[in-house]
């Protein structure tokens, strides 16, 4: 796909040279997390909880309450025509009351409509969080499709000045007309107005995540967004995911509210409640004190109540009908978006193929184009500026369908009941999910570095992925990190791209001498060097083996290896991780084992099982994996030439390779295998071999 063919030559400066922590965008799903902080979710939210509460207190009416009374009077009563008694009383009295019949059902039919605000806001803010994630899935799309079309015009007006020196030698000597001239230089008009419409583009869709997510995000590189289409073809027109959704989940419920609407009842209009109290008096003259208890039931009946009675059973009745045919057309409506968006998933995805196979011709003719104007005379400049606006307004094409993708994907927001877990994303050819994930080894990484960005590059980015591999551990020779020491754009550049691809990459050191307390410091001052580089993780594969063999030098070399980690832990900015044999896990050190020893500093290990045997490679592993919940395992299989056949893949057939490699990964369910780590020489070169592990090839 285009993403970057010429990222090396055309990266934004400010990309380059600005701080560590503004590199990169935090990936789209990590963004989703957070929008529970935005604004409008933080209101749907109050809005929800504020109903609930009031709904909450209203039915605390609904069971007992207390009442009472105290008076004071002043008496003159007459005892008979000649006499008459003055005297103050006090009374106080209390009780409970209890509404019942009628009384009840009048006051749970009040609190009907209070609940039904509750669903219906309940649904509401569920719904807005769906609705929140489909915009910020635009907004990341657009902010990245923005970042590609900046790339791709950047890159197609590097040969403007060449061109137009060219064009108007051409056209002063009469070889080409004027009005041909301008138009070829309009496509360098057309790659600025692209260039300043990315650019703004940009900056509305990282003020629209900014918004979304409640935090001030740094603009930097965005990785490519993951589309899920994979989780998608399986879906069909089955009613399962009605129970989910949150709009049709609450029309349910209301169904179920008024089925058991109260104004079916008989005794609804009855007005009743039963009373218990008592009365105290106090007689002030006398000093006689007094009281009764009571107990009460009143009921009043309504005179025409039959008719009020058919009244009420068809108002409920008409409540009940209008809330099903309310679920059923809005099912229905549901039901047909998720088909068509499940069709045009289809659609889009050939879409897609179409035209990456139209960029792919752009590209051949471009390079043919290329190749005749180094040699012939004549046209073939103006030959290969048209062959070149070709190729550009393809790769737009592109850029354009990879977006509508990704608005689809945020369409796909409204039926998402989970975030889906495949590893697909929009290219035409991915990895089937797989326990786990898997890594590569790639120890020479000059070709890497290279072509990255090339078309070549590209090619095997995405052979290496249809492999099913998300992480590459890339490591750098001597003359390398001298070079990257000096000037980290190269590397800079060419992590970036990776990262766009899909990957995930982490800093690949092996030798065994920083294991040496005097050699320590070497390792340290290549960390400090490269701390500018976002990677991923740090791996080391340091092997006290290859230092000295004796089982009798194992722990103490250990301990050095254990005061190694510690100093690369506490200087690394990245994650560290250990490739180790499994012997050395249960190896003492100190007084604990260098497996508590990992577990401590937080590093997770790579277990280097070399052995072609499947259920070999199970035999060592899982013990390991279920003595040491607490440690995340990667197992590392061999596909090396130079081993020998019981412990490289390498000298059997591609589709036993497959068998073995998935039969391990199938072994170890262990929730504590992170997935395979594959060694091979020169894996770089030999994409298009690891392209061919991919399951059903």
């Given at each position: 796909?285009?993403?970057?063919?010429?990222?090396?030559?055309?990266?934004?400066?400010?990309?380059?040279?600005?701080?560590?922590?503004?590199?990169?965008?935090?990936?789209?799903?990590?963004?989703?997390?957070?929008?529970?902080?935005?604004?409008?979710?933080?209101?749907?939210?109050?809005?929800?909880?504020?109903?609930?509460?009031?709904?909450?207190?209203?039915?605390?009416?609904?069971?007992?309450?207390?009442?009472?009374?105290?008076?004071?009077?002043?008496?003159?009563?007459?005892?008979?025509?000649?006499?008459?008694?003055?005297?103050?009383?006090?009374?106080?009295?209390?009780?409970?009351?209890?509404?019942?019949?009628?009384?009840?059902?009048?006051?749970?039919?009040?609190?009907?409509?209070?609940?039904?605000?509750?669903?219906?806001?309940?649904?509401?803010?569920?719904?807005?969080?769906?609705?929140?994630?489909?915009?910020?899935?635009?907004?990341?799309?657009?902010?990245?499709?923005?970042?590609?079309?900046?790339?791709?015009?950047?890159?197609?007006?590097?040969?403007?000045?060449?061109?137009?020196?060219?064009?108007?030698?051409?056209?002063?000597?009469?070889?080409?007309?004027?009005?041909?001239?301008?138009?070829?230089?309009?496509?360098?008009?057309?790659?600025?107005?692209?260039?300043?419409?990315?650019?703004?583009?940009?900056?509305?869709?990282?003020?629209?995540?900014?918004?979304?997510?409640?935090?001030?995000?740094?603009?930097?590189?965005?990785?490519?967004?993951?589309?899920?289409?994979?989780?998608?073809?399986?879906?069909?027109?089955?009613?399962?995911?009605?129970?989910s959704d949150p709009e049709l989940a609450g029309l349910q419920k209301v169904i179920a509210l008024r089925q058991s609407s109260p104004r079916d009842n008989a005794l609804y209009p009855v007005q009743s409640s039963v009373q218990l109290g008592y009365t105290a008096r106090d007689d002030m003259p006398t000093g006689q004190h007094g009281g009764s208890a009571v107990l009460s039931w009143s009921f009043q009946v309504p005179i025409e109540y039959l008719s009020q009675r058919r009244l009420l059973a068809r108002a409920a009745a008409a409540q009940l009908s209008r809330a099903q045919l309310e679920y059923e057309v809005r099912r229905q409506e549901l039901q047909q978006q998720r088909r068509e968006l499940i069709a045009r998933a289809a659609v889009l995805r050939r879409n897609s193929e179409f035209a990456s196979a139209r960029l792919a011709s752009a590209d051949a003719a471009v390079h043919e184009r290329d190749l005749r104007a180094v040699k012939l005379e004549g046209d073939v400049a103006e030959q290969l500026q048209r062959a070149r606006l070709q190729r550009y307004n393809a790769a737009k094409s592109l850029v354009e369908a990879d977006k509508a993708m990704v608005y689809w994907y945020a369409d796909w927001a409204r039926f998402e009941t989970s975030p889906c877990q495949s590893t697909a994303s929009t290219a035409p050819t991915q990895p089937a999910a797989r326990p786990g994930g898997r890594a590569l080894y790639l120890w020479h990484s000059a070709e890497w570095l290279t072509e990255g960005a090339t078309e070549l590059g590209e090619r095997k980015l995405r052979a290496i992925h249809a492999a099913g591999i998300e992480r590459l551990l890339v490591s750098l020779d001597a003359a390398q990190m001298r070079r990257v020491s000096a000037d980290p754009s190269p590397l800079l550049r060419a992590v970036r791209n990776t990262h766009e691809h899909g990957f995930k990459v982490e800093l690949l050191l092996g030798d065994p001498d920083w294991i040496r307390p005097e050699q320590r410091a070497g390792l340290l001052r290549i960390i400090e060097a490269l701390k500018s580089v976002p990677f991923d993780g740090l791996h080391l594969d340091l092997e006290p083996a290859q230092i000295d063999p004796a089982p009798d030098r194992l722990p103490a070399l250990l301990g050095s290896l254990a005061q190694t980690l510690v100093a690369a832990s506490a200087a690394s900015p990245w994650p560290v991780a250990l490739s180790v044999h499994p012997r050395d896990l249960d190896a003492p050190v100190g007084d604990s084992s260098f497996a508590e020893v990992l577990h401590r500093l937080r590093v997770s290990p790579t277990l280097m099982v070399y052995v072609a045997n499947p259920d070999r490679a199970v035999e060592i592993a899982e013990p390991l994996l279920g003595h040491h919940p607490e440690l995340s395992f990667s197992v590392a299989l061999s596909l090396e030439k130079s081993l020998g056949r019981e412990e490289s893949l390498w000298s059997y057939t591609e589709a036993e390779r497959r068998r073995r490699i998935e039969r391990v990964e199938s072994q170890l369910a262990a929730a504590n295998f992170s997935g395979l780590t594959l060694q091979i020489e020169d894996a770089w070169r030999d994409a298009s071999g690891l392209a061919r592990l991919a399951a059903g090839e």
């Open positions: 796909m285009i993403t970057a063919a010429r990222i090396l030559c055309t990266l934004i400066p400010a990309l380059l040279l600005g701080p560590a922590v503004a590199l990169a965008l935090p990936p789209l799903e990590q963004l989703e997390t957070r929008v529970e902080l935005s604004p409008a979710a933080q209101l749907a939210e109050r809005t929800f909880e504020s109903a609930r509460d009031a709904f909450s207190a209203g039915r605390i009416g609904l069971g007992v309450s207390a009442f009472g009374s105290v008076g004071y009077s002043h008496n003159h009563d007459i005892i008979d025509p000649t006499h008459s008694w003055g005297y103050n009383q006090g009374l106080a009295g209390g009780g409970l009351s209890v509404p019942v019949l009628g009384s009840r059902l009048q006051l749970e039919d009040s609190l009907a409509e209070q609940r039904l605000q509750v669903l219906q806001l309940d649904a509401r803010r569920q719904l807005q969080r769906r609705e929140l994630i489909a915009r910020l899935r635009k907004a990341y799309g657009d902010y990245w499709q923005a970042q590609r079309l900046e790339v791709l015009a950047q890159g197609y007006l590097q040969d403007e000045p060449t061109f137009e020196h060219l064009a108007a030698l051409r056209t002063r000597a009469g070889l080409l007309l004027e009005a041909d001239r301008l138009e070829l230089l309009t496509g360098f008009s057309l790659a600025r107005r692209d260039e300043a419409s990315g650019g703004a583009d940009r900056e509305v869709a990282l003020a629209l995540m900014r918004e979304f997510t409640g935090q001030d995000l740094d603009g930097g590189v965005a990785v490519r967004p993951l589309v899920p289409l994979a989780c998608v073809r399986g879906v069909d027109s089955s009613e399962d995911w009605t129970d």
